[in-house]
């Protein structure tokens, strides 16, 4: 079993709807949580960062956290053509003293027009 | 100001070939970080850099792989003898420095060995 499971897709929803996507992840020493959305041919791109549990709006994007049920998601509102890309999930411990970050292997979305 | 730069974008490399591909981080960045991302993966934690310091290279698959950031700035990551399974793209990242820093990733050099 790895560390950090996530639904690869692809996805496909019309402009203007809801998308959730979500994680699951096996160490519970994970405290720091985070999306990251990728573009083809890119880097990966932070969204949103979320310590421990518990929610997070910025705009269209809501992370959220459920430490106990190990499981992670990311909605997004009113979904754009722009946002297709493959999203990320990834997350780290406080056991070393520098961002080990482990990612999940990613979430292809498309959003039609 | 400019973000996080790799070269070459593209590789390709004949079996058993050495390549080095190169990562220029962000100008006061203190932390660098290599990752591996195979077709339809998340990156994969490589190595990771303090200023000059390689902190970790637990990520590092086999012993034909080294990096070195010998001034605390650019790092080159170095495969020797390459092989089919090195074929991915290679992410370099870098952040202030600690927990809870962002990284910034750069573009990636995508390496296809024949």
């Known amino acids: 079993q790895k560390e950090v499971e996530q639904d690869p897709g692809p996805l496909s929803v019309p402009e203007g709807a809801i998308v959730s996507l979500n994680c699951t992840y096996s160490n519970s020493a994970f405290q720091y949580f ?80 | 100001g400019a973000g996080v730069s790799q070269s070459p974008r593209y590789k390709v490399a004949k079996r058993g070939q050495d390549v080095a591909l190169r990562c220029d981080p962000i100008s006061g960045h203190v932390s660098l970080f290599w990752y591996q991302q195979a077709l339809g993966q998340g990156p994969e934690f490589l190595t990771y850099f303090q200023n000059e ?30 092989q089919q399974e090195d074929s991915a793209v290679y992410l370099c990242a870098s952040s202030l420095g600690g927990v809870e820093e962002t990284q910034y990733f750069g573009p990636g050099t995508r390496l296809l060995v024949l």
């Open chain 1, 34 to 113: 985070m999306w990251y959305r990728q573009y083809s041919r890119k880097g990966p791109e932070l969204l949103m960062y979320t310590y421990s549990s518990g929610n997070k709006e910025d705009g269209r994007f809501t992370a959220q956290v459920d430490k106990s049920s190990k499981y992670i998601s990311l909605f997004i509102r009113d979904s754009q053509p722009s946002d297709s890309a493959t999203y990320l999930c990834a997350m780290s411990a406080e056991e070393t003293s520098y961002d080990k970050v482990i990612f999940g292997p990613g979430t292809s979305l498309s959003v039609i027009p």
């Open chain 2, 53 to 82: 310091a390689q902190l970790d290279k637990s990520g590092l698959p086999s012993d034909r792989f080294f990096a070195e950031r010998p001034e605390g700035s650019v790092s080159t990551l170095k495969i020797q003898r390459t």
